[in-house]
């Protein structure tokens, strides 16, 4: 019973290095969602992803932040060059093909990324 | 601009009694609402949902009611369990749009008193 997949759990970087976040999704989805907690708030919806399509972007910073999701493999959330506001929690979501009755999104348990 | 709000951060409730969280929206364009329980260090974990050609949804111990007209929409938990004790997520979503993506209010933190 695998269910969103999520590495690293922590993840410590440099203010200028590189994040690489990976997310496996639940067998059978082929959608990924990806969402970043900042202290103390809600979950803020960053990227939606089919496989190797951006289907929505709208919630991605405009510079240093990029989303796929290849044909084989696990969609990755990368951040280039990071700084310290970059510090959150990063979810990833995954759901089976959409207009189901739900609207459901299944969350894996996501990557603290620390930026020191 | 907060489309989807949970004015209260924290609620206190005696094991054994109702706890009745509450949320506020918005955007009249969200047709989808979706409650969901976060514990520490973990992802959310999806509970309850209801759309918005309905009022009321319930699952076990779990029932959303949904009123259109105030924009407001609230989980009454019936009996609270010290198990429940976690942050809750009210979230909203466009079910007719094309992206599907959660808006999430910043939650409430139950803590259910044995």
């Known amino acids: 019973n695998a269910g969103v997949m999520q590495n690293p759990r922590h993840l410590v970087r440099r203010r200028g290095q590189e994040a690489r976040l990976r997310c496996s999704p639940m067998k059978g989805h082929s959608h990924v969602y990806w969402y970043r907690q900042l202290p103390e708030e809600g979950l803020k919806f960053m990227v939606y992803l089919q496989k190797e399509n951006i289907i929505d972007e709208s919630g991605m910073p405009k510079e240093r932040f990029s989303a796929e999701f290849p044909k084989e493999g696990p969609s990755i959330l990368r951040i280039q060059q990071v700084v310290r506001g970059d510090s959150a929690a990063y979810f990833c979501?995954?759901?089976?093909?959409?207009?189901?009755?739900?609207?459901?999104?299944?969350f894996g348990p996501g990557t603290r990324l620390t930026v020191t | 601009d907060q489309q989807v709000k949970q004015n209260s951060p924290s609620l206190s409730v005696q094991e054994g009694r109702i706890s009745i969280l509450n949320c506020d929206y918005t955007?009249?364009?969200?047709?989808?609402f979706l409650w969901y329980k976060k514990y520490p260090a973990e992802g959310p974990t999806f509970l309850i949902s209801?759309?918005?050609?309905?009022d009321k949804n319930e699952d076990g111990r779990f029932t959303v009611f949904l009123n259109k007209s105030a924009k407001h929409l609230s989980l009454h938990i019936v009996p609270s369990q010290p198990g429940d004790s976690a942050v809750y997520f009210c979230?909203?979503?466009?079910?007719?749009?094309?992206?599907?993506?959660?808006?999430f209010g910043k939650g409430t933190k139950l803590s259910v008193i044995p």
């Open positions: 209801i759309s918005s050609i309905k």
């Open positions: 979501a995954s759901s089976p093909i959409p207009r189901t009755e739900t609207y459901e999104q299944y």
């Open positions: 955007n009249s364009m969200f047709d989808y």
């Open positions: 979230a909203a979503t466009l079910s007719g749009a094309g992206s599907y993506q959660l808006t």
